[in-house]
């Protein structure tokens, strides 16, 4: 069945169940006038195809008392057809039983959620799927770039404590915190990526894509922010201005994004030392503490810790790395060309590609460019290449080619271009920061990107669960239900409706913490997309949790985005389908003003 037959039968059972009778065929007039309604094409066993006109509207919204308009004459209306019908647009004298009828479309409509899940709809995501944002034929890409960290080799979480206790050391042992610092332990999951950062106010907090914070998820220190203060403390309004967070690179004047997935730590490391302060009454500059500890987690990588303990124990923190060596060698099996650009050092990454590929790792790329300092590699057009002996030493003659084999240090996108040509869709290159990564090159190279988002798997496995396919579905039912009925304003349907919004806020708060008690999934703020999923959307082809998801699918594959619905084309969304099919309230009356 199809789901316009699927949304008709729905509208159809809730009017019979509220009013005993099915909804009689909308009159030809109206549907000749509107363009909002749907046919259902039937053929007979004869093979006589006949159409139907059906509303995706239902008439059982109509308060009681509306009244027939005045005829008029014009196309005989099939047998049982109503006439046009007008009506106020509220509905403040409810009938004795509006209440009743308001909750018997209520009952009515949750029940349906569960009759409109399909069976086994929790099993279709998976997350080694790659998700398309942007039509991508992988029969056209001849040239595979990537960046190091989180995408050639991705890190366990283990990592995450190693840089948050070393800078923790450092903003004691370097910057004379209070030592009583130190009994704040790093605590996992407490952030997520994609956070917003108040620099003078000391507030983290999670931002949608319209700039709006998302109520709930604004912390001082580790304790929440009420909803009230933060109002207060902007204004009367949730809303960021677009000055504040304009930085391309994710950085305003006033408030920074995290954009990284080494920067979690560094998230909880301000929350810990912010709740220092605050909990044991120490007066503080918020400016000079974010300072600090931006400074204390550069420390780690500049001085080499985070290298060391990876070389280290490899096994402890390099994860996948056979699935990187499979990637690897399909590609270069089918010629492909591959390239590596990123801002480790060589002998970390020699010694990690060692670990995961095999000694001979560079005779797989074409070119390989370490110390590259992007994000400014992509923008920069002085900075000349330098190449590297074996041992890693600094040589001193002019780079006139980019030659397979040799080890590049820093340099700048545009020599690239212009050394090798790889220009345009047949390049895709993949990295993990949207910025510093992904976006020159989306936007003023035209490569093809594709985004490392290893969030996607445990989110993915939420969103499998039948508790949270069955919370959202009656989420979108309820929100719709409310919007149908918003028009009956008697103070017994006010009382239904507080009722029903506190449900929704219940239900809004349940599928958040379902993801991160604090601040939810990185890719949603209610029913908004975060500000980390517009840019994901906007900066990367197609996106994926790991390199590894490449080898589900072979190298002519092409990746076709969805058609997500705009708001305008009236899709057959569940909202709709529990709740009339029709987001218009008032849609005959328009057919008369037309």
């Not at 998302?214 to 902007?234: A, W």
């Not at 918003?486 to 958040?512: A, C, G, N």
Request: glycine share 6%; net charge neutral.
């Amino acid at each position: 069945m199809s789901f316009k037959a699927v949304g008709a039968a729905v509208t159809r059972a809730l009017w019979t169940r509220g009013h005993g009778t099915p909804p009689p065929a909308r009159s030809p007039k109206v549907y000749n006038r509107l363009s909002t309604t749907c046919r259902v094409y039937t053929a007979q066993k004869r093979g006589c195809a006949t159409t139907q006109e059906q509303s995706c509207s239902s008439d059982s919204d109509r308060p009681n008392g509306d009244v027939p308009s005045s005829s008029k004459k014009g196309p005989k209306e099939p047998v049982g057809a109503p006439r046009v019908k007008t009506r106020s647009f509220t509905s403040t004298a409810a009938p004795v039983d509006q209440t009743s009828s308001m909750w018997a479309r209520y009952n009515d409509t949750k029940r349906m959620v569960h009759v409109l899940i399909p069976p086994g709809a929790c099993n279709l995501l998976n997350s080694s799927t790659i998700y398309a944002n942007n039509e991508v034929d992988l029969a056209e890409v001849d040239i595979y770039g990537f960046d190091y960290d989180y995408t050639l080799a991705m890190y366990s979480t283990a990592l995450n404590v190693m840089i948050y206790d070393k800078a923790k050391s450092f903003l004691i042992e370097h910057f004379k915190y209070p030592k009583g610092i130190h009994k704040y332990d790093y605590i996992p999951n407490f952030t997520v990526r994609g956070l917003h950062y108040d620099i003078q106010k000391g507030l983290l907090m999670k931002i949608d894509a319209f700039h709006y914070i998302q109520p709930g998820t604004v912390y001082r220190g580790l304790s929440p922010v009420s909803d009230e203060e933060v109002l207060q403390l902007y204004g009367g309004t949730y809303h960021i201005p677009l000055e504040q967070v304009s930085g391309f690179y994710g950085r305003g004047p006033k408030v920074k994004q995290f954009m990284d997935i080494f920067s979690i730590p560094e998230m909880t490391l301000l929350a810990a030392v912010n709740d220092f302060f605050i909990t044991n009454g120490i007066e503080y500059d918020p400016v000079h503490l974010f300072k600090d500890v931006s400074e204390a987690i550069g420390m780690v990588h500049l001085q080499g810790y985070m290298y060391k303990w990876i070389m280290e124990d490899f096994d402890k923190y390099i994860l996948r790395g056979e699935e990187t060596d499979a990637v690897l060698h399909r590609l270069v099996s089918h010629g492909k060309k591959l390239f590596l650009i990123t801002n480790s050092p060589f002998s970390f990454v020699d010694k990690g590609m060692t670990h995961m590929v095999g000694k001979n790792w560079r005779d797989f790329f074409d070119v390989v460019i370490v110390q590259a300092d992007k994000p400014h590699f992509f923008t920069d057009c002085i900075k000349p290449f330098r190449r590297l002996d074996d041992n890693g030493d600094l040589q001193w003659e002019k780079i006139n080619s980019l030659d397979k084999g040799q080890i590049y240090k820093q340099g700048n996108l545009f020599e690239f271009l212009r050394l090798t040509g790889w220009r345009g869709s047949r390049v895709l290159y993949f990295g993990d920061h949207l910025y510093s990564d992904l976006a020159d090159l989306m936007l003023r190279h035209g490569w093809r990107t594709a985004a490392i988002v290893p969030e996607l798997e445990p989110e993915t496995k939420v969103v499998c669960t039948d508790r949270y396919a069955v919370s959202l579905t009656w989420l979108q039912a309820l929100t719709g239900l409310m919007e149908r009925l918003q028009s009956h304003r008697d103070p017994e349907s006010k009382l239904v409706f507080e009722k029903w919004q506190k449900e929704r806020e219940e239900l809004r708060v349940m599928t958040k913490n379902v993801f991160n008690p604090q601040f939810g999934s990185i890719f949603r703020t209610c029913h908004n997309p975060t500000y980390f999923s517009r840019r994901l959307s906007r900066f990367s082809d197609v996106y994926m949790a790991s390199l590894s998801c490449l080898l589900n699918y072979d190298l002519e594959y092409t990746f076709y985005p969805r058609r997500t619905p705009l708001q305008h084309e009236s899709p057959l969304w569940m909202d709709q389908l529990c709740t009339g099919c029709m987001k218009t309230p008032y849609l005959e009356e328009m057919s008369h003003i037309r």
